[in-house]
């Protein structure tokens, strides 16, 4: 297995983005990261796409060959392969590349999230959402990801873990760096107070405690790292991907208020790529909802449980605290346009280890982490990349 | 790069699927498969599962982690990956499982395909099928999938590469051997008469020249060649796979007599195999409508342009010609459900070359290939497997 590095990133702006079409938003994030990897193109020779739910949102399946068509990759009929794990759609087509890339069988890949949901009613989007739960035991008794979350929030305030305040902060938090982000789709910090007396979503989740309906597209590009100085002074080393399945329904879990999912995905990822949850700078968490935030933050070793509210609280994962998270603005801020997600998490974190994020640069940071989750913690990717 | 080996194969029975879900159907193909393989289920370490729409057709997207779900893998984390590519999601996802095991990623890797189709209405399934073609170009015109083949076979028969009499003999073809085969949708063979004067569906294909729509799930398990034989006496090399995109909407191509992503896959297939087109004695190809099984004879390079029509008519692609083509049916027969399609035909020429299929045995195959269509020739896979 070789190993591998990314030599280039683009994103689209997040937001409801109204004059841009799906295949415009894609093909902006492509044609950035390729221009960032000095690549005119024909250096490509494969593509992974990650997307939810095209086929609803904009009527249109077999986006593979689309992005590979309006890339100008079909012309050299360069293989194009969508992946679809709900909200974990982009970072499993991120760990797809890596692997063609470490296998030999590809040398330069490019790697796309990209997600258009606000060409469709609120009802057809919830709808759409709401089909990554279990839709034979969930989502026929009237469950939404709102209030399954809602379930694992009361839990975790239950069993002491952390307090309403304490995740209202993880809200905080990612406003206070979205605000910094010129891409994310909420640029303004706001206060706890703001959280907590938002309009009710699913007690106790108000509507700050939720991540918003986004338009957007991210994109990579990676190569061997033996071959990466070659298109960059700048390459970010993939130290590692490791991806976990659970029980697609919340329900069948032992525990609620821990995802097994990141913990072995996590552990697998520590372990390939030799260091351990201290060494870790900058993290970008799923944070769909707070709690889900919270809960990262544990099950990824970066706090112990029933302490990460508290840290949060205390303006330990702002930049210039213990480990910066979601310096991008997070799913919450930044925006959660939802198979976008997983490959923007990667984007941020190489900005971060380049030096290029700007007002919320982390200093000297060596090692950052994504953290990418479908359904209810039902598929998880924790990669870390390394700076080098 | 590890060579590697089909294992275990198993299918459900194809047609409409009144009493079975889409769980139950990918359930009753895995569990078939990990049998074959004499395997517990504990071995295996990933997952891919092949389908288009269960997003639309059972309302469930997030599949990967439902089978992992359902097939006892969650509790052990074992990471799944749905990949979907319209008609080619199957050989996809396939392709996927073989570059896993190939770089040592994987070691045991189950590839599911799995399609739910006759649960909505027809008018719902056309809607769902189309939109695979190009949205904004195509099917905002009223241009079908049939349609698109009409005019690839209105052009063949104006070019004199395929008479309207030829194209109708490869449904006789796929019906003659899906009456020998207990798994296929429609086991009765068929004359010429009844392609020819079936109902006309888009001028000139008429309703048998078109594949049906069809419930069904197929699986294999793959391991390393050289831990083959701890699993079973009669493993399959994987010879190759490979995979090319072209345009998404047909008006874009320079020639539409011919799939050049058939032809890139099928060069590449056959370089990384180090065999030639001659060397093939069991096919399964695209024959989602009889003109794009034409096609794919030529584009193979099983017969040469303008002759495969002949050859079929001749009786040279039945078992005991020059090369076996469609043995399970093709999707004409055998049955469509589209994302378990890519599989079936992996599981039908490992069959062939374990010398397991029966009735419709090719005698002495060495090689066997299967060539896998998403979209108007959008994508195409071209795997192909060695007897050892």
């Not at 991907?241 to 072995?264: E, G, H, M, P």
């Not at 290029?356 to 994504?370: E, H, I, M, S, T």
Request: aromatic share 4%.
């Amino acid at each position: 297995m070789r190993d591998v590095a990314i030599i280039g990133i683009g994103t689209t702006k997040f937001g409801e983005i109204w004059d841009a079409s799906f295949r415009d938003l894609g093909i902006e994030a492509g044609l950035k990261a390729m221009h960032d990897a000095n690549l005119t193109g024909s250096e490509v020779d494969g593509m992974f796409i990650g997307n939810m739910s095209s086929g609803r949102f904009i009527n249109q399946h077999h986006i593979g060959a689309l992005i590979a068509d309006y890339a100008g990759m079909a012309s050299r009929n360069v293989p194009a392969t969508r992946i679809e794990a709900a909200g974990a759609s982009g970072g499993i087509a991120f760990r797809q590349a890596v692997m063609a890339v470490a296998s030999g069988m590809n040398d330069i890949v490019i790697v796309g999230g990209a997600e258009k949901m606000t060409d469709v009613t609120d009802e057809a989007t919830n709808s759409i959402l709401d089909s990554a739960t279990d839709q034979q035991w969930e989502a026929t008794m009237g469950v939404t990801f709102a209030s399954l979350n809602a379930m694992i929030a009361r839990r975790c305030i239950h069993e002491k873990i952390v307090t309403r305040e304490e995740m209202a902060s993880m809200a905080v938090n990612s406003h206070a760096h979205g605000a910094l982000n010129p891409d994310a789709q909420f640029r303004k910090a706001i206060d706890l107070n703001t959280v907590l007396k938002a309009s009710m979503v699913a007690d106790p989740l108000g509507m700050f405690d939720c991540a918003p309906i986004s338009d957007g597209a991210s994109a990579v590009v990676l190569c061997p790292l033996d071959m990466a100085k070659k298109y960059t002074d700048r390459p970010v080393k993939v130290a590692s991907s490791a991806q976990a399945s659970d029980t697609l329904a919340l329900f069948q879990r032992k525990n609620i208020t821990t995802f097994d999912a990141t913990v072995a995905a996590a552990k697998q990822a520590y372990s390939l790529a030799k260091i351990e949850a201290k060494d870790i700078a900058v993290a970008e968490v799923h944070d769909h909802f707070t709690i889900e935030g919270i809960l990262a933050l544990q099950d990824l070793g970066l706090f112990k449980r029933g302490e990460a509210g508290k840290a949060v609280m205390d303006g330990q994962v702002m930049v210039g605290g213990k480990v910066a998270v979601n310096t991008s603005g997070g799913l919450k801020a930044r925006g959660h346009p939802i198979g976008a997600t997983g490959v923007a998490q990667i984007v941020e974190i190489t900005k971060q280890l380049r030096g290029d994020a700007d007002k919320r640069q982390v200093p000297n940071a060596k090692y950052g982490l994504a953290q990418n989750v479908g359904g209810t913690g039902s598929a998880v990717v924790v990669s870390i990349m390394e700076a080098i």
